[in-house]
């Protein structure tokens, strides 16, 4: 049974969906952790409206000092003995010293078709660029970011007229979709990536 810990900045809309997922029977990981970044972070009410444990160490007083800040991260994670990371709207770089302290064990979702639009503003950069399609990935983390092992992926139609948030919004549908499938294969040992339909 893998400690699976969720990191994230925001509303936490994805881990919602990954801790119900690990409520299934058989599946290999359990919810042990939500931490945030943000003190005020949505997600923090909603882990804890299910029974999460949850923590937050705010960024804002170590400024520069990312270390610091990592290794105050790391102490919590291991208090809860976690052995498994999910970034879901984690919106804070990680250093390389923490990535390869959990190099192996570290997922991502990114909402583009990567390697297409690493970074920021992604549905905006698809829109701009014309695609017709956009979508999420989920991937290992590894220090160059947004760039590791893909574990799986979604596509989205680009339809006329589409903003960003429309775009958006019908890719954070499929990334409910495919983080909670990623992350039962992934502590399962499985590494063939999934490409949902
Ligand atoms: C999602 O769009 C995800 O792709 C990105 O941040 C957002 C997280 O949303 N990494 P939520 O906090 O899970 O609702």
Not at 36 to 51: R, V, Y
Not at 148 to 171: C, E, M, N, S, Y
């Amino acid at each position: 049974m893998r400690n699976c810990a969720i990191l994230l900045s925001g509303g936490g809309s994805n881990m919602v969906k990954l801790v119900e997922s690990m409520g299934e029977a058989g599946h290999p990981a359990r919810p042990v952790l939500v931490m945030s970044n943000d003190p005020e972070a949505g997600g923090l009410a909603k882990a804890q409206a299910m029974g999460v444990a949850t923590d937050a160490v705010d960024h804002r007083p170590f400024g520069k000092d990312r270390p610091a800040f990592e290794s105050e991260l790391t102490a919590r994670l291991e208090a809860a003995d976690a052995d498994l990371i999910c970034l879901a709207g984690f919106m804070r770089v990680l250093t390389e010293g923490f990535v390869r302290r959990w190099e192996g064990r570290m997922l991502n979702i990114h909402p583009s078709l990567l390697p297409k639009y690493r970074g920021l503003h992604t549905h905006a950069r698809a829109l701009e660029a014309g695609d017709a399609e956009a979508g999420c990935t989920v991937h290992e983390v590894t220090p160059e970011l947004d760039d590791g092992p893909i574990l799986g992926q979604a596509r989205v139609p680009i339809l006329p007229g589409d903003t960003p948030d429309a775009l958006a919004a019908r890719v954070l549908i499929r990334e409910h979709a495919l983080y909670p499938a990623c992350l039962r294969r992934f502590a399962a040992g499985e590494r063939q990536p999934l490409y949902l339909a």
